[in-house]
């Protein structure tokens, strides 16, 4: 699998108010895209979960963490089936 790396900048307040290191926030926000593109339907939990860096199942377990339902895309096409 090839890997492409992005950059992007954090203030070091933001890193302050957090009480974490780059590394760790780092982590944080690549976990945090790939919760928000599946939430919307952008990514499949799949490909979510190689975005996250862990495996399908340890990606759908953590979703509760963000209060994300990991089956919203399959309820409402069974809620579009019966209306």
């Not at 307040?13 to 982590?27: I, N, P, Q, W």
């Not at 976990?31 to 190689?50: D, P, Q, T």
């Amino acid at each position: 699998m090839t890997l492409q790396q992005i950059t992007i900048e954090i203030p070091e307040k933001v890193l302050l108010a957090e009480k974490t290191d780059v590394e760790s926030f780092g982590r944080e926000i690549l976990i945090l895209a790939a919760v928000k593109l599946f939430e919307i339907g952008r990514l499949s939990s799949g490909r979510a979960s190689e975005l996250a860096g862990m495996s399908r199942i340890e990606f759908l377990l953590n979703l509760n963490r963000y209060k994300v339902f990991p089956f919203a895309a399959e309820l409402d096409d069974l809620e579009n089936l019966h209306a």
